[in-house]
């Protein structure tokens, strides 16, 4: 998808005011000594709660996979209606395996603004979504996150559904993330590539705004760094309270087709849905992720939204935001079709 580029994002006074408050938050936690005051950031982050009863047609609950990390996944399962009595669907479901993001240092799984995304992209397909909720950087830096995510994977292969009213086929299942949690979903996914599942089929990857870089600064980072969503001082302190102690923005976790790269064009690898925004720091290197997997010669497809910043999807006044669960059951559908 393909247009012309506006001057400036299109953005309501209360987006904008939201958007700084979060701007405003993430800066006053976020130490100089590469540690967060989590107590303060706790303010901005709102929590929604589970919910077997259905909620917008979507019921959840919240399973733990490992306590000792406080690793655990919200299920979200949709169902025939809204209301409290509602059937669960008795058709099989494909599964989406979904990573949240917050450049791996903030949020959560049951954060607000991904609880209600979940819910939308569970209802909207219909499928069954598993927001995993994996540790947080400084505390856990790499590879911390990249382990919890294969760790819910193999979980997830070993599930009975049936405690849940819902039908899955894992072998349509796919694997998608926003922002640092698009990277972990790609990282994740070529982990996959090289295991033997008992039941799941990792057959699509979802990546929206994934968050890569590197040392280089490219032409939309110094760009669009002014622009509301992500700024070039808040990515890089991500990357350094991330990295192990001496890496720089070419590790390998970041620059996934840079200099230190692992050659993934044997590795089996499924079909890709790239989302990039016009207004995102971050386009240039989501570009190079795109044109990467091109010439790995893997299946990827690209969709692309000129006006719109880095978060968007959970911006519900944007067309774009409705568009995106469009084309992502387009995907699915399409996949779900060919396996």
Known sequence: MSGRYTSSPRLSLKTRLGLATFSFASSTARRSNLTINRNFMKIFDPKAPSSSKPINGVSSFDITIDPSNNLWFRLYVPTTNSTSSSRYIEISLPVIIYFHGGGFCLLAANSKQFDQFCRRLAREVPAVVISVNYRLAPEYKYPCQYEDGFDALKFIDGMNFENYSVKVDLEWCFVAGDSAGGNLAHHVVVQAGEYRFSNMDVIGLIAIQPFFGGEERTESEIRFSGVPGLSIERSDWYWKAF?????????????????????????????????????????????????????????????????????????????????????????????????
């Open 243 to 339: 990295l192990p102690e001496g890496a720089d923005r070419n590790h390998p976790a970041v620059n996934v087709f840079g200099p230190n790269a692992v050659d993934i064009t044997d590795l089996h690898f499924p079909a890709t849905l790239v989302v990039i925004g016009g207004f995102d720091i971050l386009r240039d290197w989501q570009m190079k992720y795109y044109e990467g997997l091109r010439k790995s010669r893997k299946e990827v497809y690209l969709i692309e939204y000129p006006n719109v910043i880095h978060g968007f999807y959970s911006i519900t006044e944007l067309p774009e935001s409705s568009l995106l669960l469009t084309e992502i059951r387009k995907f699915i559908r399409n996949q779900t079709s060919l396996s």
